[in-house]
């Protein structure tokens, strides 16, 4: 089944040590985004990836950054976590943007505890 | 500033009956809805849309409804069943902008 992939689903990270989040896609789709999500809130845009073009959201902190190696593999990298970093972690994509082209397919997420 | 709002964050509804769940938004230039439904520990996941140029759409017991001019969208879940308990999140697009309301967990009595 074509699928959007996390991995791994649950990482602890000691405050200030670096983490890397993973993300594949089996659907080939042009745009991969990451979200950030914590208790109660709506999902918030970190960036995205049309192709291999990196857009970051103006807000997004300096502390996190992003890898596209290739069309099916999306990495989040946290710098230097902080508590307030704490959080779920989704992955989505999506064939491209405008209209239907939004649709975006999401991962099952990771969740990131910050000790 | 929240370009979409879910403002009622809790409904319960008995088994049967109809859910219906509210979403307003306040830029004119979306032009594509969707609402997610996201169980506890999973991701969402895409359960129905409605271009900007409709204003109703119906798959099976979930049925859209757009009100251009009142800014507001409306998912209706009939008949409601147990396993429709989640939170449900509707979100808005318009060329590469792409927001989430805040989300309304759905509670389903048997």
């Known amino acids: 089944d074509a699928m959007v992939i996390q991995n791994p689903r649950y990482q602890v990270t000691q405050f200030g040590k670096p983490v890397t989040l993973s993300c594949s896609q089996t659907l080939n789709h042009n745009v991969m985004y990451w979200y950030q999500q914590k208790s109660s809130q709506a999902p918030k845009l970190l960036f995205h990836?049309?192709?291999?073009?990196?857009?970051n959201e103006a807000d997004t902190p300096d502390n996190f950054q992003s890898r596209r190696p290739n069309t099916s593999f999306c990495f989040l990298d946290i710098r230097s976590p902080g508590l307030g970093d704490a959080a779920m972690y989704l992955c989505?994509?999506?064939?491209?943007?405008?209209?239907?082209?939004?649709?975006?397919?999401f991962g099952p997420g990771t969740r990131l505890t910050v000790l | 500033d929240q370009q979409v709002k879910q403002n009622s964050p809790s409904l319960s509804v008995q088994e049967g009956r109809i859910s219906i769940l509210n979403c307003d938004y306040t830029n004119s230039m979306f032009d594509y809805f969707l609402w997610y439904k996201k169980y506890p520990a999973e991701g969402p996941t895409f359960l129905i849309s409605i271009s900007s140029i409709k204003d109703k759409n119906e798959d099976g017991r979930f049925t859209v409804f757009l009100n251009k001019s009142a800014k507001h969208l409306s998912l209706h879940i009939v008949p409601s069943q147990p396993g429709d308990s989640a939170v449900y999140f509707c979100?808005?697009?318009?060329?590469?902008?792409?927001?989430f309301g805040t989300g309304t967990s759905l509670t389903v009595i048997p």
């Open positions: 990836y049309y192709d291999k073009d990196f857009n």
């Open positions: 989505a994509t999506s064939r491209g943007s405008g209209g239907a082209y939004n649709e975006q397919f």
């Open positions: 979100a808005a697009s318009g060329g590469n902008q792409f927001y």
